[in-house]
């Protein structure tokens, strides 16, 4: 029998592991960051052990801008992790590409593509605590060449009780 839960929305900083072969998942979350809102969701299917796929979509509007700027955006993932533990370490890789297209009444819009390399690892200690930390490469395309910049993040998740926890990253571009 399957059941619905109510979770945490997904961190920025992914996580050294998949769900189990035949395994599904949706993500959905609601964002606002200064004038732009916005929300996303996510399917994840895991078809062989250790590999996830994922789809994801994207809508948003930024009221900084005049006239209001609209985003749409989709992509998909694929997460191959062939050392996962239960404590100590989960390691693998991610690949990830991305389209947003943004437009307004008077621009006729502009689509940007990006590719992303993850390598991921999370650390399990028996007592609960994960501490996850990716590195990586973003390969960027907006309407000529490809802008490229290192990615990093790193995670921090402790539980507080059995149904309650403190979940904690930061991440970045350089």
Same mark, same amino acid.
Do not use: C
């Given at each position: 029998?399957?059941?619905?839960?109510?979770?945490? #929305?997904?961190?920025?900083?992914?996580?050294?592991?998949?769900?189990?072969?035949?395994?599904a998942k949706l993500e959905f979350g609601?964002?606002?960051?200064?004038?732009?809102?916005?929300?996303?969701?996510? $399917?994840?299917?895991?078809?062989?052990? &250790?590999l996830e796929l994922e789809l994801g979509?994207? #809508?948003?509007?930024?009221?900084?801008?005049?006239? &209001?700027? #609209? @985003?749409?955006?989709?992509?998909?993932?694929?997460?191959?992790?062939?050392?996962?533990?239960?404590?100590?370490?989960?390691?693998?890789?991610?690949?990830?590409?991305?389209?947003?297209?943004?437009?307004?009444?008077?621009?006729?819009?502009?689509?940007?593509? $990006?590719? $992303?390399?993850?390598?991921?690892?999370?650390?399990?200690? $028996?007592?609960?605590?994960?501490?996850?930390?990716?590195?990586?490469?973003?390969?960027?395309?907006?309407?000529?060449?490809?802008?490229?910049?290192?990615?990093?993040?790193?995670?921090?998740?402790?539980?507080?009780?059995? &149904? @309650?926890? @403190?979940?904690?990253?930061?991440?970045?571009?350089?």
């Amino acid at each position: 029998m399957t059941t619905p839960v109510l979770a945490e #929305r997904p961190m920025a900083v992914d996580d050294a592991g998949t769900l189990d072969r035949g395994g599904a998942k949706l993500e959905f979350g609601w964002s606002k960051d200064h004038k732009e809102r916005g929300w996303e969701g996510a $399917a994840g299917y895991a078809p062989i052990d &250790n590999l996830e796929l994922e789809l994801g979509f994207a #809508r948003a509007i930024d009221h900084d801008t005049d006239p &209001n700027t #609209r @985003l749409r955006g989709y992509g998909f993932a694929a997460k191959w992790v062939p050392l996962q533990s239960e404590t100590g370490l989960s390691a693998g890789l991610k690949f990830e590409y991305g389209r947003t297209r943004s437009k307004d009444r008077i621009n006729p819009g502009e689509t940007e593509h $990006a590719r $992303a390399l993850l390598g991921l690892a999370s650390w399990r200690f $028996a007592s609960g605590q994960i501490i996850h930390v990716n590195l990586g490469r973003e390969w960027v395309k907006v309407d000529g060449p490809d802008d490229s910049a290192n990615t990093w993040g790193i995670g921090f998740e402790q539980p507080l009780s059995e &149904n @309650l926890q @403190l979940t904690l990253e930061t991440y970045g571009a350089d």
